[in-house]
């Protein structure tokens, strides 16, 4: 049928036609039922939060319904949120490169094992995070803690023990545990597509190897290298439990404020928390997409 | 039937001494990152069986905590409605997001970049204003829709899946588009032009080259799920329980080794689930 | 591939599945109630004629079959709800919060579906002001004349209109005596660089916007609702000056770590003292050498409410139990699993020997203690706390 297309000229216009509206059925097909739910259970209860931004709180924390933008001017000019801005956002690059720096050398390795293997890999990888999020964490406490295990073995080599926890050092670790495999999936399912032969190619053009992996590898798997810096800094960036148990509570991170404001200060502030959160995921979602152009699309 | 591309992969054939190395290196690497990622993990499932009732000391291995978990209904419930809701989103949200997935990469469309960002919007919202939203959204319309047509919903497991398949959606959609980014679509053309339909050319070229990425945001769908407490607090109901609910309300008190021996039990599930499903796999 | 030719239908049940979920899906294996559907209508139990229990002519068809109960995380002892159902056929299902905010904002966006909840004191007023909660018929709760009337009729709920107390309990300082032989009297213990400095790391305050801002007001001699800048100033510097030295902001499991032995001297509500003291059942054993004090310059009071909610459909039911839970006999065995105080004045003689020495000695208030308590009151001018609070955190 497609050769038919090229042959017979005459018909060529109508088979077109037909081609671009089976196309067109296609990509609503396809686009339907991701489309329908965000929009429904998403964005639709989203205006409730943008609505929410433009309100006044009211004494005892329900939303009262009287316009105002002063939500937005506090969240500028209140200098209190600085630190917490600045700690998340530090937070969240240091996590984002170690992630990094441990799991494309991983994802690398399970892409090259024989592929009954590869599966059972990144199942290994996943196990660990279907028990609970809270008992992991209590386990790394237990790990850190002053007569933990890591300081029983520093004592029973004869050395003083060691402040581990709680501490920002802590809240770093729980970090990069809760968020590496966010980063192999995606290098992994980005490392899956690569042609191993182009390394070749490139050695037998005389390239060495860190040429060829920065020259042909890196850029290639730059779409999974993208996606898992997204869902690793993006989660890191927001996350509250993680500093509070491991860090002892002690200091903000943006993930605090929010849930403070919404839900621990009282009387909670919503029309303050949406406004922080909206202009949070507008400032994000602007630079995700910007990153992903800049980092997978150059080929368009 | 077709065999697989992703067979030709291992690409072991002209293995020189340095590149041997480099995988060894590899795999001391793949080695240590395991030994992190399940030292927490030894200590769990160990300290399910500790006397201790801090459950934050070895002082001798005891059964008791399983002997109690398994008597206590309110958490061995919350555990299965936990994994329903978690398996039911996973399933949902791993199709819909591979054909939202397809969508956007095989397709230019008008308001495709802002389809775009309303797919990021999930991944960026922090966690208590999508629950707080969808609170407000399923009280809301339950109301209208209890005026309209006289029934009366209630927020339960369906409005916890609903919310969960929202936000796994996305993650879902990240992963299958990096393993479709690159994708040699001339392999799609040649089976069609060797006589494969639509359907045909999907099931058998795509689909098993684009599956390492289906299986991967498959993973991390279940694994969110499995975790999430925020939304699925807020959008929960009366006698329906979930465990991250549970758990979290237990910090407050103590959280005792029960909580362990509910973990590995739950981690012993899944993996079974795992090589049942690799199993199945490989008979066929 | 084979298994792909089902992707399809599970994909059209899944849907389905996920688009009736609306109405919630019976749960696999849920136990403890059904899976949320709309409560049965006034279903009569096993028998019509009406039963005198608890003082209260009881008419069993009114009765519901379920009652729903929303409440603090281990803070009803489950043997009493078996109890009830025994007596009255109402089967109890409880569901849990942590924070009154995030209770409040779920009974807020309407059809909750629960009947019974236990707000904090000023958490009453705020749900009565907004409509969310039921008058109570006092002649459905004849046991209400064994609470403390010290503990009635307070600023949140003048006349006990919409709620009766259910567990109180006040904050001090709870320490270890072994490395605090001479007791400890003041807030000085927690704030005064010159001690806090030989036990660095190893003590915490309380992660809550009002109790560590407060702690320090009473030790500077305010008010613990003082809204005064200057007040506030310095108690937020305290507060910086006291940070290096902490080894956390805890509200959750002081109790473990004051019995392990991991803090030495915590700011503390007196009942996770009390179960760092006595331990927690079989879950978690005690350590003997925990005392707690109120300081001299001051402690907070607080209380735990059951109230009805105004949209509940087993309000009949929810005064039934509500009176039960009143039963002094009840409000013991409570308080005495809880590890929190019983206003339940009745109740309270009927607390174990032991439980009654630790209340002696401190874990209590007697009538002294009492003068040096303050409720932590919320109006217009503490929204300020939340600001010193963030400042204190943003260091």
Redesign the interface.
Known sequence: MALETLTSEPRESRVAALLRRSERFRLGLLLFPGLFWLLLFFALPLVVVVLYSFATPGPTGRVEWHFTLANYGTLFTESLYVNAYLRSIWAGVLTTLICLLAGYPLALYIVRRPPRWRTVLLFLILIPFWTNFLVRTYAWMIILSNNGIINSIIQALGLPRVALYPSEGAVLIGLIYGNLPFMVLPIFASLDRFDFTLLEAAADLGADQTRAFLRVMLPLTMPGIAAGSVLVFIPTVGQFVVSDLLGGAKVDYLGNLLQRLFTRSNPPNWPLGSAMAIVFMAVLTVAILLYFRITTEQDR | ?LD?P??R????T?MDS?RSA??LA??A??IL??V??????V??VA?SFTRD?????WTGFTLDWYRRLLAD??L??AA??TL?VAL?ST??ST???T??A??ME??H?RGR?G????????????????A?????????S??I?ELLSG?????????V???H???T???V???????L???DMRLEEAA??LGAN?WQTF??IT???IL??I???A??A??LS??D?IIT??T??????L??????????????P???A???L??LV??TL?FLS?F???R? | MQRFRFLPLIMVVALVLAACGGAPAASPGNEYGSGGATPEPTAAPAATQPAQSDGLEVDRTKLSTELRFFNWTDYVDPSILEDFEKEYGVKVIVDLFDANEDMIAKVRAGRSGYDIVTPSDYAVETMWREGLLAKLDKAMLPNLKHIDPGLLDKYFDPGNVYSVPYLYGITGIAYNKQNFPDGVDSWAALFDTAQIEKYSGQFSMLDDERESPGAALKYLGYSLNETDPAALKKAQDLLIAQKPFLAAYNSSDVNRKLASGEYVIAHAWSGSAMQARSGLGDEFSGNPDIAFVIPKEGGMIWMDNMVILADSPNAYTAHVFMNFMLRPDIAARNAEYVGYLTPNKDGEQLLPQDVIALYKEGFAPNEEVLKRLEWAVRNEQTVAFTDVWTAVKGE
Do not use: C, W
């Open positions: 039937m697989t992703t067979t992969k291992p690409y072991v002209g340095r480099g995988m590899l795999g690497h793949t990152t395991m992190f990622l399940y030292a927490p993990i200590v769990l300290f009732s801090f459950g934050v000391r209904q309110r061995l419930g299965l409605n329903y039911t399933i949902v199709i819909i997001g054909m939202t397809l969508a095989r397709y469309f970049t389809f775009d960002a309303l797919l990021y919007l999930p991944i960026v919202i922090p966690e208590i204003v999508m707080l939203a969808l609170l407000a959204f399923f009280a809301f339950f109301g829709l029934l009366r919903l209630q927020m339960g497991l369906g409005t899946t609903i919310a398949i929202a936000f959606i996305s993650f959609v990240v992963v299958v588009r990096a393993s980014k690159g994708f069609q032009d639509e099931r058998h689909l098993p080259l390492p990425g299986i991967g945001g993973l991390l279940f694994t499995l975790d407490f607090f807020f929960t109901g009366p006698g329906t329980s465990l991250p609910v549970e758990v979290y309300g237990q910090v407050k008190r103590a959280i005792t029960k909580i362990n509910i973990s590995t739950m981690l899944s993996i795992v690799q199945i796999q490989r066929r």
